[in-house]
């Protein structure tokens, strides 16, 4: 399963989902060690501070300087400070280096800030793919 997900993710962004229990975040784990052991850089993100934490990485809001946004008005708000100018700047330094982007619990995820995350992408230079893992059958967004 792991190679097949590594060879689709070569060509595409991937949407995985499934069940509680099938094994998801097992996949999602062996993946990051297959990204390491490669050295390539993969970031896994959870869209709460638990689902980050389970799966050894950082929350959307954190990774993505989104702070306590909830839309585009308010992020680009946030965008004029110069601190934060400073965190953008870093992270378009950081996606240019990274290779897959794994975003868990997806079903968690707003609309609005899947907006603000793909403003953060298309404002940068990441060319990598994105891994989205969850089921929509679970948890609604918050």
């Not at 609309?111 to 891994?131: D, H, P, T, W, Y």
């Amino acid at each position: 399963m792991l190679d097949k997900l590594e060879k689709i993710l070569a060509y595409d962004n991937v949407f995985l989902s499934g069940g509680a229990g099938v094994g998801k975040s097992f996949l999602t784990n062996e993946l990051i060690k297959s990204y390491r052991k490669q050295k390539k850089l993969a970031i896994a993100l959870g869209s709460s501070a638990l689902s980050a934490f389970n799966i050894g990485g950082v929350t959307l809001h954190s990774f993505f300087c989104l702070g306590y946004c909830d839309d585009m008005m308010k992020l680009s708000a946030l965008d004029r400070n110069q601190k934060q100018k400073e965190k953008l700047t870093k992270l378009k330094e950081l996606l240019k280096t990274i290779e897959l982007i794994i975003i868990d619990e997806i079903s968690m995820v707003s609309a609005s800030v899947f907006e603000m995350i793909g403003f953060r992408l298309k404002n940068s230079q990441f060319n990598g793919k994105i891994l989205v893992v969850g089921d929509f059958f679970q948890l609604p967004p918050v």
